[in-house]
C-alpha cells in the first residue's frame, strides 16, 4: 500500500505571529541589553507608571532648586505605525537581528499598506520602503 502524505497547515492570526516577533526580539533584547534604562514601555520591571513617577520627580526637584521647567509631549503609536523599513531593517541588522531570522522579519514587512480614513474620504501609503 502507498504511504499516503498529508500537508498540514497550522493556522496562526496575524496577532499571534506578532507576538512571537515580538517575543523573540525581546529577549534577545533583553540578553544583550540594549535597551536603556528610561525605555519604560519596553521593560517588563517598569511600566508607565515608572515613567510618570520618575517626570514628577524630576519636575519637582528642579522647581525646588527655583530652576525653570518646561514639557513638550507627544503621542507617537500612530507615527509607529509607517517606519521606515530600510532603515529599521538595518537597525535591526546592526544589533545582531540577521539571518534566517532577519529575513523573516524583512518579508514581513515587504508590501505593507496603512489607510487612513477621514469621514467620507480614504487615503493609502504604502509603508514598503
Do not use: W
Not at 20 to 42: C, D, G, K
Not at 54 to 83: N, P, Q, R
Amino acid at each position: 500500500m502507498p504511504k499516503i502524505q498529508k500537508n498540514i497547515f497550522i493556522k496562526i492570526h496575524l496577532h499571534d505571529f506578532e507576538n512571537i516577533i515580538y517575543t523573540r526580539i525581546y529577549a534577545y533584547v533583553v540578553l544583550h541589553m540594549l535597551l536603556a534604562n528610561e525605555q519604560y514601555e519596553f521593560t517588563s520591571s517598569f511600566s508607565t507608571d515608572s515613567a510618570s513617577y520618575t517626570l514628577i520627580h524630576e519636575v519637582l526637584s528642579a522647581m525646588t532648586i527655583k530652576h525653570t521647567v518646561g514639557g513638550i509631549f507627544y503621542d507617537l503609536i500612530k507615527v509607529l505605525e509607517c517606519v521606515n523599513h530600510r532603515i529599521l531593517l538595518a537597525k535591526l541588522e546592526h544589533y545582531g537581528i540577521r539571518g534566517t531570522f532577519g529575513a523573516l522579519i524583512k518579508s514581513y514587512l515587504t508590501e505593507r499598506y496603512q489607510t487612513f480614513a477621514l469621514k467620507d474620504k480614504t487615503n493609502t501609503v504604502s509603508c514598503s520602503n
